[in-house]
């Protein structure tokens, strides 16, 4: 769900972040071809319980929905990268595709700080 892993350095502690680049959260569904789609910004609690009512038993054999319990107790929606306007040490992508994407969108920002991220 969540593609970019962003961390910053604060100290002596670390802070992790998760954004994700695309369109839409896209969530498995009944088939590959019927994705859960949302909106960023869609609150986690939301998406829980209307997958819990479609049904309950697939997203928790997929655990979907134990997942979605994880990240409610970390904030509240998806966030996208490209609304984030944090300052970061480095970002960190598992996907070719999703770096690019957040490669084109640091590149198009205005730079203020004129430092590099890893």
Not at 71 to 83: F, I, L, R, S
Not at 93 to 109: A, I, L, N, P
Request: a neutral charge.
């Amino acid at each position: 769900m969540l593609r970019v892993i962003l961390t910053q350095s604060c100290g002596a502690h670390l802070q992790v972040a998760s954004y994700g680049v695309g369109g839409h959260v896209k969530l498995p569904g009944p088939t590959q071809k019927q994705p859960n789609v949302y909106e960023f910004g869609t609150p986690y609690e939301f998406i829980h319980n209307q997958l819990k009512d479609k049904d309950e038993a697939l997203y928790t054999r997929n655990g979907l929905l134990k997942m979605l319990q994880r990240n409610m107790a970390v904030k509240t929606a998806p966030e996208k990268w490209q609304y984030s306007r944090e300052v970061f040490d480095a970002v960190v992508c598992f996907e070719e595709r999703v770096m690019e994407q957040v490669v084109e969108d640091m590149s198009s920002r205005q730079q203020t700080l004129m430092r590099p991220v890893l």
